[in-house]
């Protein structure tokens, strides 16, 4: 079996090119370029100096041996350790690229360059990780979100949230949401989802998808409160669910014109992306034209790359922050996110649009970085 790798080195006009590892099999060049395009603006968006890159591969990580996945991690890394560095590039975890692959592929870059350097972000606690860098993401788009209801004159707490997936974004968003005093009531994964009325159980949700790496029919059938749903018999999905807040936390384009039409008529007030682009380009409008207040991604799950600069910066400086103040530094980059693009969406005389407020705030800083530099 041949897999195909590429890493997109996008911009670097403000740092090191900073982006994830795709490992999936609907991977190519074109689904890499695109989210590299995004990453420019969500790195800028952050604050911290950190330019735009994206890269993965075809290679299917499920049901494959640890030692398989090994293998081709180090063949990956045999190839790109030439193009990346602490201060040139520094990818970090993706879809199917967990703290594993890291590892494997940070065993690699050290054996081939005799470098122990801050090359890859999302690292294990004993080798230079971050605290908090796992739950980063999901916090991070618990914040944005929190921010942006509070700034419109509402309150987290007591609302019904409906989340998709139940990966590591879905699971920490679950968490932080249900802190903030929310109740979350669905996650989904490829093949069905799960409503939960009682609020989901982030312990057995933990356990199912972290230890067991199971479907969530098991989940289900642990937990008598949960109702499971397939995908392919029922036709049907999470946003179906009566909520006043969604978050879209799987994959690229999940939450259709359909769904934003269903969302509607339930009353939904607030949806923000904790993936990467999950909200189609029709199903944006359609939100915002209903008075929805709409977070578009590159804004909203920004603490998982704000997170990685962190890990860059304690690993810079030989250095490891407790849990609490990577945790604090992650809640002002979001909330400071979010006042960004809401002033940029208000200079621009467009108040309340976050999608141009977040694309406006991002590209200045990149151009007026590029600009100086004499790129243009």
């Given at each position: 079996?041949?897999?195909?790798?590429?890493?997109?080195?996008?911009?670097?006009?403000?740092?090191?090119?900073?982006?994830?590892?795709?490992?999936?099999?609907?991977?190519?060049?074109?689904?890499?370029?695109?989210?590299?395009?995004?990453?420019?603006?969500?790195?800028?968006?952050?604050?911290?100096?950190?330019?735009g890159?994206?890269?993965?591969?075809?290679?299917?990580?499920?049901?494959?041996?640890?030692?398989?996945?090994?293998?081709?991690?180090?063949?990956?890394?045999?190839?790109?350790?030439?193009?990346?560095?602490?201060?040139?590039?520094?990818?970090?975890?993706?879809?199917?690229?967990?703290?594993?692959?890291?590892?494997?592929?940070?065993?690699?870059y050290?054996?081939?360059?005799?470098?122990?350097?801050?090359?890859?972000?999302?690292?294990?606690?004993?080798?230079?990780?971050?605290?908090a860098?796992?739950?980063?993401?999901?916090?991070?788009?618990?914040?944005?979100?929190?921010?942006?209801?509070?700034?419109n004159?509402?309150?987290?707490?007591?609302?019904?949230?409906?989340?998709?997936?139940?990966?590591?974004?879905?699971?920490?968003?679950?968490?932080?949401?249900?802190?903030?005093?929310?109740?979350?009531?669905?996650?989904?994964?490829?093949?069905?989802?799960?409503?939960?009325?009682?609020?989901?159980?982030?312990?057995?949700?933990?356990?199912?998808?972290?230890?067991?790496?199971?479907?969530?029919?098991e989940?289900?059938?642990?937990?008598?409160?949960?109702?499971?749903?397939?995908?392919?018999?029922?036709?049907?999905?999470?946003?179906?669910?009566?909520?006043?807040?969604?978050?879209?936390?799987?994959?690229?384009?999940?939450?259709?014109?359909?769904?934003?039409?269903?969302?509607?008529?339930?009353?939904?007030?607030?949806?923000?992306?904790?993936?990467?682009?999950?909200?189609?380009?029709?199903?944006?409008?359609?939100?915002?034209?209903?008075?929805v207040?709409?977070?578009?991604?590159?804004?909203?799950?920004?603490?998982?790359?704000?997170?990685?600069?962190?890990?860059?910066?304690?690993?810079?400086?030989?250095?490891?922050?407790?849990f609490?103040?990577?945790?604090?530094?992650?809640?002002?980059?979001?909330?400071?996110?979010?006042?960004?693009?809401?002033?940029?969406?208000?200079?621009?005389?467009?108040?309340?649009?976050?999608?141009?407020?977040?694309?406006?705030?991002?590209?200045?800083?990149?151009?007026?970085?590029?600009?100086?530099?004499?790129?243009?």
């Amino acid at each position: 079996m041949i897999n195909n790798g590429f890493r997109v080195q996008f911009n670097s006009a403000i740092g090191p090119y900073k982006g994830g590892l795709r490992l999936h099999p609907s991977v190519n060049l074109g689904i890499i370029k695109f989210l590299g395009f995004e990453q420019i603006f969500k790195n800028s968006l952050t604050g911290l100096p950190i330019g735009g890159g994206k890269g993965g591969s075809d290679f299917d990580p499920k049901g494959k041996s640890d030692r398989e996945v090994m293998a081709f991690c180090q063949s990956f890394i045999t190839e790109l350790y030439k193009y990346i560095g602490a201060d040139t590039d520094v990818p970090a975890g993706d879809i199917g690229t967990g703290a594993r692959e890291i590892g494997y592929m940070y065993g690699q870059y050290k054996r081939l360059t005799g470098l122990y350097e801050g090359v890859l972000t999302g690292k294990g606690l004993t080798y230079g990780g971050s605290l908090a860098r796992t739950e980063a993401t999901g916090y991070g788009l618990l914040y944005l979100t929190e921010e942006m209801l509070k700034c419109n004159g509402h309150d987290i707490a007591g609302k019904t949230v409906v989340v998709s997936g139940s990966g590591n974004v879905a699971i920490y968003a679950v968490q932080k949401a249900q802190q903030l005093g929310a109740k979350v009531v669905t996650v989904s994964d490829s093949t069905g989802w799960v409503y939960d009325p009682e609020g989901i159980d982030v312990a057995l949700l933990k356990e199912v998808k972290e230890v067991k790496r199971a479907r969530l029919t098991e989940y289900a059938a642990a937990r008598p409160s949960a109702q499971y749903h397939d995908k392919a018999s029922e036709g049907t999905n999470q946003w179906i669910i009566k909520c006043d807040v969604a978050l879209p936390c799987a994959t690229q384009n999940e939450l259709n014109l359909e769904d934003a039409k269903t969302l509607v008529a339930n009353g939904v007030m607030a949806v923000a992306e904790g993936a990467n682009m999950p909200t189609t380009l029709e199903a944006t409008k359609y939100l915002q034209e209903n008075g929805v207040l709409f977070c578009p991604g590159k804004a909203a799950n920004a603490g998982g790359v704000a997170t990685s600069a962190l890990e860059m910066s304690q690993n810079s400086e030989r250095l490891s922050w407790t849990f609490e103040e990577v945790d604090s530094k992650l809640k002002n980059i979001m909330v400071n996110i979010f006042h960004n693009l809401d002033a940029a969406a208000k200079k621009y005389g467009m108040d309340g649009d976050y999608v141009a407020g977040a694309n406006i705030a991002g590209f200045l800083k990149v151009a007026e970085a590029m600009t100086a530099q004499g790129i243009v």
